[in-house]
T-cell receptor, first 116, second 113 residues
Framework: NAGVTQTPKFRVLKTGQSMTLLCAQDMNHEYMYWYRQDPGMGLRLIHYSVGEGTTAKGEVPDGYNVSRLKKQNFLLGLESAAPSQTSVYFC???????????????FGPGTRLTVL | GNSVTQMEGPVTLSEEAFLTINCTYT??????LFWYVQYPGEGLQLLLK?????DKGSNKGFEATYRKETTSFHLEKGSVQVSDSAVYFCALSYTGANSKLTFGKGITLSVRP
């Protein structure tokens, strides 16, 4: 049981390049999230999904797009990377409607992205 | 909107010292409250949680009590170890469709041998 995995672990981009971060979970969770972590800012929600085929904006969605074509995968795309998007990106998943009362979010190990 | 405020850091303690990390929140209704821990180079792990007023969450010697009257969820440990050195995040969320986590800024704890 791998939990939440993220690919890649590290990436360096040049301004204007594009890339996609992949998040996968094997816990059959309905909800998935993308956060970014910046020094002194805590974690901020970029986009989230409450089920396959659905996505919604979080606190800081500008410059990012997401897709949830399969329940176990949640992709985060940067169409034209900017230095302000240098950050550590975390994916998380949860299943708050499972009936167990467990609304815990489970996090992946993170992707460190640098945009030059 | 919802918010979580943590005390300013970093915090440096000697091994076996008592730890308190303050956390207060602003929210409507009855959110669930969480403490997450991030060890160096790793992702966040749930440390403990509480889902209703007066609940006490506990794990690995850490405790926190959900205080509705003071809107607080302070983290405590009676005797810290070097292995507790990490970043600690307080957070809140609601169950169901509004289950997004709102995080505090985090505080770095360093424990000296």
């Amino acid at each position: 049981n791998a939990g939440v995995t993220q690919t890649p672990k590290f990436r360096v981009l040049k301004t204007g390049q594009s890339m996609t971060l992949l998040c996968a979970q094997d816990m059959n969770h309905e909800y998935m999230y993308w956060y970014r972590q910046d020094p002194g800012m805590g974690l901020r929600l970029i986009h989230y999904s409450v089920g396959e085929g659905t996505t919604a904006k979080g606190e800081v969605p500008d410059g990012y797009n997401v897709s949830r074509l399969k329940k176990q995968n949640f992709l985060l795309g940067l169409e034209s990377a900017a230095p302000s998007q240098t950050s550590v990106y975390f994916c998380a998943s949860s299943s708050p409607s499972s009936g167990s009362g467990d609304d815990t979010q489970y996090f992946g190990p993170g992707t460190r992205l640098t945009v030059l | 909107g919802n918010s979580v405020t943590q005390m300013e850091g970093p915090v440096t303690l000697s091994e076996e010292a008592f730890l308190t990390i303050n956390c207060t929140y602003t929210a409507t209704g009855y959110p669930s409250l969480f403490w997450y821990v991030q060890y160096p180079g790793e992702g966040l792990q749930l440390l403990l949680k509480a889902t209703k007023a007066d609940d006490k969450g506990s794990n690995k010697g850490f405790e926190a009590t959900y205080r509705k009257e003071t809107t607080s969820f302070h983290l405590e440990k009676g005797s810290v170890q070097v292995s507790d050195s990490a970043v600690y995040f307080c957070a809140l969320s609601y169950t169901g469709a509004n289950s997004k986590l709102t995080f505090g800024k985090g505080i770095t704890l360093s424990v000296r041998p």
